[in-house]
């Protein structure tokens, strides 16, 4: 089945430093693939989405590129900040009636 | 709007009892979907309604289940519960069913059980 890998965390930056969250998946057809945030005591927001290859989804300085050739979609961002810190879920969805699927979430913290 | 709100936010209960837990979704949803999160096993998909029906089933035992009202609103249950049911139970509303649409989560319901 559908199936989303993300790299282990906890991730631990400071504050203005570069960001990049690995997240590959394996899945048949043309999934749409998203980055979902969750913060302490918060449920999941989304973050940005791609919906077909080649697309890029970005939102708030966050950016991700759907890479059908290494079936990727690493989360970067340029400069963090501490109010980034929270926990990061890469997800697909594929076509038709499919719940989605999360990876196993990464946790970052940035630290002034 | 209002969000997607969840209730109660946390719980307490004891092996062997059943919980219901409830979620309203955003005006003018009319699909819900359900959650577990655990430390372990990660974000897990329990089960999709749509205009009151289920339309997707994740694989969870027989004890997990769950119902829509035509208000949208929906509950799910768990009975019998056990230790490993602790978890994060979090609901997902989106205008419609099908993979073009948004899913916008709620808090979550705290679930612990000893």
């Known amino acids: 089945g559908d199936s989303v890998t993300q790299m282990e965390g906890p991730v631990t930056l400071s504050e203005e430093a570069f960001l990049t969250i690995n997240c590959t998946y394996t899945a048949t057809g043309y999934p749409s693939l998203f980055w979902y945030v969750q913060y302490p005591g918060e449920g999941l927001q989304l973050l940005l989405k791609a919906t077909k290859a080649d697309d890029k989804g970005s939102n708030k300085g966050f950016e991700a590129t759907y890479r059908k050739e290494t079936t990727s979609f690493h989360l970067e961002k340029g400069s963090v900040q501490v109010s980034d810190s929270a926990v990061y879920f890469c997800a697909l969805r594929g076509s038709g009636n499919t719940p989605l699927v999360f990876g196993k979430g990464t946790r970052l913290s940035v630290i002034a | 709007k209002a969000g997607v709100t969840q209730t109660p936010r946390y719980l307490i209960k004891t092996r062997g009892q059943q919980v219901t837990l409830s979620c309203s979704p955003i005006s003018g949803h009319r699909s819900v979907s359900w959650y577990q999160q655990t430390p372990g096993q990660g974000l897990q998909f329990l089960f999709e309604?749509?205009?009151?029906?289920?339309?997707n089933k994740g694989n969870f035992p027989g004890r997990f289940s769950g119902r829509q009202f035509s208000n949208s609103r929906s509950e799910m249950n768990v009975s019998t519960l056990e230790l490993g049911d602790s978890a994060l139970y979090l609901c997902a509303s989106s205008l419609l069913a099908g993979d073009s649409y948004e899913q916008y989560f709620g808090p979550g319901t705290r679930l612990t059980v000893t």
């Open positions: 309604y749509f205009s009151e029906t289920q339309r």
